[in-house]
């Protein structure tokens, strides 16, 4: 039976995530509180499916007027406007902090600190160069749109999923990410998953196990290489996490294409030879 103020209690969630992790404007009429912001971490995919639609939208646009390269270019453009760089930003600090620091708590002063130094310079400009060439290459598949979805839905749930078995090393009064410090309960990971994983049921069952085999193995290095590094995660972690995540899953797909590719070049050349 539908229940109404269930139904916004949750919509209410899905705001503050938007909120949080977008500069997508929500209601004024949603209400905050450090609780239900950490409980709406279970949207972080869900965020992402938004972005990723929005980012379609613009991309069926914009086709029929520029090359791809222009096209992708305008989409990661508009990427980094809708979320505030948000993420590579966490991805740019964790860079600056762990490629600086020689202890935990000089790493974590350098994540603090709003200024861009070599390391994160450098990571931030090959990150970006590398999805806008993984981009331009997926483009030209039919499965693109939905690739896109996947890897802005996906990556948000392996990096929220995080929370759920690592410790927050922050300072949590200065840090942004305080109210998602906490541990996330078993529901709202379900719920994060499985909601980022929705994409996949588009994705050939193949293509899906590499992925999230690719995904698992990601993130159990990256989780031992931090506890290692920092003793747990920051809120940049997470951006970094993300962004690590969308870039692995947009290589996955190109090297699977182009093995699909190959081996049915490989099919018909052999058909051909035989029927010769």
Known sequence: MFNLKSFRYQLNLFYLALGFFSRIPVPKSSYYSPELLNKSGRYFSLVGILLALILVTLYTLLTPYFS???????????????????????????????GGGMTIEKRLAIMKDSRIGTYGAVTLFMALSLKWLVLVELAQSTMFINTLILGYALSRAVAGSLISDMNYVSDSDTSKSKPLANKQSTNEL???VLIGCI??????FFYS?????????FRMFFKRWLNARIGGYTGDCLGACQQISELIIYLVLVALSAANIAATATTTIQLAGASL
């Open 209 to 217: 196990v590499i992925l999230l085999s690719s995904l698992f193995i």
């Open 199 to 204: 994409p996949l049921l588009f994705q050939p």
């Open 68 to 98: 791809n390269n222009i096209t992708i270019s305008l989409i990661i453009i508009a990427s980094l406007l809708l979320t505030g760089a948000f993420h590579e930003d966490g991805l740019t600090d964790m860079a600056d902090g762990i």
């Open 190 to 192: 379900m719920i994060l």
